[in-house]
């Protein structure tokens, strides 16, 4: 297999960052531009910025410029900030780039959503009903990844909820048409961003619930469990910071009376070992997220009580691997015809 | 008012710990005797087990002496492991002390249930059922505190559920009959035991759920809301750890078209501030931790989406204070007749 | 004793908080007014930005008006960022208050000094040679804080090294004139600052060394040795930023022959329990940070290596207590003639 | 190249855990045997133990079988309590397999040493004189340990100390025979040991110092400043847990007049980049722990203060990589002609 060359904007970003050093170890891919959003005067040493990667890559990060970026690679991830990406995608698809966007840019169908989720109007909205740009999320569109220009890499959240809940939404396990989710993330999700609220000091010793039935990955989870499965539920989602850099869990609590075994094969089914590699399931228990951290599993455990007529869902993952640069990498592994664990175990 | 002579059995716990650091601060109660299951030959300067409470504290820790325990107080706080306050509580009720109980020894009526959920069959179930013993949720059970001769304190999880759940099964306002939770504790809730599990190297950067819809809280919240609301709810229960040494939230999600006003109203016409000085109701949005560390405040908030039809109920306080030390003080507050924030403002 | 009307400028920051926490609980003295550089267009309920101070305190936070200042205080402390104390203080001093400064604008006596270690220039040099400004070391100057106006309360680490290293220099037992330091700070002596590197995200699990041999810190230690003991050693000052949120512990290594005796004679002959009440020295061991959290305690413990012919001085505080806040309230009271302890223990 | 067995005895330490991941993706190497000391009935599939490694690995863990262990593999991690390679080692050796022990067993080569040190007797004393068994501080013993039957792997301190300190000493530049050192290190240095000095809620919030001037790595630092640079300087040694699972900073206090120039061209001619992959230089400032967290670099920074007359030197690793199980593997490669950095960078 020939190598792909690959940039990266947005590059010193906590998801940059996990991306360089995921695809370091990529059999297929060479990393030939790095970028950020930075005023730098002139291209700074990776080693610099990042000393963990040293010797092990020669490319330098520099100041965003996309025509640079556009000469250097055949396929781009943006790790951008809410907003960037609808400006700079286009004109990468344009010169034949190919794409995967970590950003909430081109998750939504429907533009009409974007200025209330997003707070911006898009400025491409003919993009978000493309045929060219796809809903990342691997186990459930491998088809169209693969034949996609633009792949828009779904939420860490939305990630961690939708692997759990579309098994049961397609076997209409759930009852009562409500889905309520209860979820931790790490400080690293929030971003590298110089704000009081993210300092050592206010986050260790807490827990904070922030935007609570409001978060903005809400309405790619509805989306995708209608699409896929063609439910409309409604949900409750309660987001919260813990004091952990890595690792996000997402309880779900879901009404049913299929028992433990129905629900265990609804899971078995969807994601068998062999066509679902990063699906671990596990029955009878929640899982943890130490066994996570740093993979890209999503390891999904549950516990059903028939009196109660609730499953509890637990779903585990990183939120920089699986729910950020490991699916992207798994995505760009599917677009690209490369084994679909390529770089991620 | 004259000064009260207090004890402590189980003093080298951490719950033990945050008796005595609240003790020293309360103007009516001196304390005469320290114990530990500790095995010293002789008594501890209790500077030497707890350097920060040195010069205000001139008692020592000893190995309880059940003889010496009756004749150094008035009154007793047991904070034991599960199983030994049942053997030593009845000695003391003899010898004509009073005693709050922090352990689950005395929480539930029904003898019957403890094998299950404690793994001991009782010792005494004629106390369970005397009137003599009270659970001791302060601001439900005033009176019969008052009266009582030994007071169960209620577990951590189940206070911070039961204050946030009471007042929504009282006015009715709970639908479908369920309770779900979903709730987190620090490290200080396992504990000071010596396992693995509880290792910093392996409980930093993670979350682990336990005991979910098993944990031995979930009776007596249970039993709680059948005597003080009259309902028989079924509950769904996932207690998590995560790396934190103080706090604990849980967080409700409860069925009810009730709008925010009425879920808002009925917390403050059963917490007027004049009456339950140590709850505090934040319509509009989850509480966070750092907000209870080291008080005796459990913040209750809340977010109701009228499409979703469910309230989410955070329940934030401190295990160690509100969930254990402090609420035995506001207990034994009340068993004297000291004002009932004596100690923990 | 009458009450003292005290007023905090600089009442959001971390050592602001603390002097909170800790006058809430002081018998002689009564907040009056808190201000913060923040722009609010109005008073704030303090309960508004700190919940666990609620039902303790009726006073609002308001941005900072020198006017309000004077007319609301007996005594104020000035808890704001570097060179905004040396504009507000000659004020407060020509209204006849005292003042308890917690920066460094008036730690140097003199000014030359501050362009190189503060970056400014100071704009009052006279007040810096004047009797009415005193460094507040307690245990060593409390003659002249007693007649004090302004009170220059020592840097964390500055009280950390010069509790354990005076008795040292003042016994002449230091034989080489060199003065070795390896300190760590918790993220709460960086202040509140909305800064990269202070992220959860960045501090956890790392340990990060700055300004080695170039801390603001160090001329005063270096002018506190000369004026208390009479020597000039030379310094190096390795300061360390650990993921804690509270907590400070310098060692100090000193080449002397002095043995462990004498060592601990030094010590003991000057922090007598009943005229140091907050230093406790511990031989044979190098204190812990547990020990001192929360607390107005100096831990200091040593080995000496007879063969080494070194000894290891651990000093341990909270620098946020008698690093900060705590040791200002010593220093007040002793500007008042209230117990040393008042408000500390 | 042909593929290496190689087996871990001592698999479910945080080091045995290490030599794991880091052996997943050596290009020349196949785990073949992974034993505990835990009492197993029967093979425990490796992903039950540690999930993060399943679909990566199907050797199963078992109980430690010398037998199996000699007919697995070719050579052998042991990573075992002190005192149990002491015993298993002579056994292996008979059999033709070559070794590296992580434990302190063998990298004393004076058997009286072991007593005081490590509170026990050497039961093979001929094996530590003799020249099978070498000290694996890779980068100053190639030769010796490309001929090595049995490599006693360095600890993780000393291996911090001696990589920054033998230049030093090797150029004589250490001015009064006195070597300071003050570091600090994570808790999965303690090992994976139920202790309640471990715990989260002990440690978490702390920094304790242990064993100062008396920790079993130091007489491993003075045997080899004496072998490798002839000098026998005396040692002072602070060793101190911080919160953090993993990392390791060592910073040493040497007496010089050497410049910068000169400590710095010291330290780049022992370690030229193209022999010394794993160690970084960085004049002028002291490094920080993230930057070599999960490598196997060890960065050494420092600054020298002319006036003082002091180098400080810092020297971070992360103790479970260069500071054991990479380092490990480091040997592993030379004594197997394997690239240095084979399954390291």
């Not at 898009?122 to 740009?133: D, F, G, I, Y």
């Not at 129905?262 to 068998?272: E, L, S």
Request: contains cysteine.
């Amino acid at each position: 297999m020939s190598t792909l060359r690959v940039a990266i904007a947005g590059a010193t970003g906590y998801t940059g960052e996990e991306l360089i050093r995921l695809l370091l170890n990529h059999p297929h891919v060479r990393l030939t531009y790095l970028a950020a959003s930075a005023k730098w005067d002139r291209p700074v040493p990776v080693s610099q910025v990042y000393p963990r990667f040293a010797r092990k890559l020669d490319v330098s990060l520099e100041a965003l410029d996309p025509a640079r970026l556009i000469e250097s690679c055949d396929a781009a991830f943006l790790a951008l900030p809410h907003g960037a990406a609808m400006e700079l995608a286009p004109k990468l698809l344009q010169a034949g780039k190919r794409i995967i966007d970590l950003s909430g840019d081109f998750r939504l169908g429907n533009p009409s959503l974007y200025p209330r989720w997003y707070q911006f109007t898009h400025a491409h909205p003919e993009l978000l009903t493309s045929k060219r740009v796809v809903y990342g999320l691997t186990e459930y569109h491998r088809d169209q990844i693969k034949a996609a220009d633009l792949v828009a890499n779904p939420g860490c959240y939305a990630t961690s909820i939708l692997l759990a809940a579309l098994p049961l939404f397609q076997q209409k396990l759930v009852e009562d048409g409500r889905l309520l989710v209860d979820a931790k993330s790490g400080l690293s999700g929030a971003g590298r961003k110089a704000e009081t609220s993210l300092l050592f000091a206010e986050t260790a010793e807490n827990l904070r619930p922030y935007k609570v039935n409001s978060h903005q990955h809400m309405p790619e989870v509805l989306q995708e469990i209608q699409r896929v499965a063609g439910a409309t539920p409604k949900m409750g989602f309660t987001p919260q910071v813990i004091p952990i850099v890595r690792g996000l869990m997402s309880n779900l609590y879901v009404k049913t009376s299929a028992g433990a075994d129905r629900i265990a094969a609804a899971y078995v089914a969807r994601y068998p070992a062999a066509q679902a590699p990063f699906i671990r399931i596990r029955p009878g228990s929640l899982p943890q997220l130490r066994d996570v951290i740093e993979t890209n599993y999503c390891d999904i455990g549950f516990v059903h009580d028939p009196d109660l007529g609730y499953a509890t869902i637990g779903s585990a993952l990183d939120n920089l691997t699986k729910g950020a640069a490991g699916q992207a990498i798994q995505n760009l592994n599917v677009m690209y015809g490369f084994p679909e664990t390529a770089g991620l175990l």
